[in-house]
Every structure is written in C-alpha cells, then in structure tokens.
C-alpha cells in the first residue's frame, strides 16, 4: 500500500473502528512504556506488522506513546507528537 492509499485507509470508518478499540484495551496508558498521557488524544496507533493493513486484527496493533512511536519508527532527534501520527 503506498503513503496515499495509506493515508486514505486512515480516515475509514474499518480503521477508527479498530483505532478506537486498541484505545480501549490500553486502558489510556502506553501498551509498551506504561506511560499515561495526561491529556486526550495522548496515545497513537501502531501497526506491529504492515502485512495486513486493511485486514488487520486487534492483535496487528498496539497503542503507544509518541516516544515510543518513534523509537519503533526509527526516528531520532525532537520528539514530537507531529513528527509521527498514525
């Protein structure tokens, strides 16, 4: 799937349904670091494999702090909620 249709997929009603469901299995806590945003909207989505985007289970993916977010991602340098948003 490229970053559009990606994209695309994130806006779908399958997606927020699966979204809102990780959302309530973590409790409001980090399913990796434990850590609890203080405010709303605090967590993100993480695929832990991209081999069934579109079709994938609650088990496919885990919510995460932006920290750890992009420490799965890679990514180094600010730590940032805009520089990773799934």
């Known amino acids: 799937m490229n970053k ?22 973590s409790g409001g806590a980090c399913e ?15 695929h832990l494999s991209y081999d069934r985007v579109g079709h994938e ?9 932006p920290r750890c977010h992009m420490e799965l991602h890679g990514i180094r340098g600010k730590r940032s909620p805009k520089n990773v948003k799934h």
């Open 57 to 65: 289970s609650l088990e496919d993916l885990i919510a995460i702090c």
């Open 4 to 25: 559009t249709a990606y994209k695309r997929y994130l806006r779908t009603q399958n997606w927020q349904k699966l979204r809102f469901e990780v959302l309530k299995r």
């Open 32 to 46: 990796r670091c434990g850590y609890r945003p203080y405010k709303r909207g605090g967590l993100q989505i993480h």
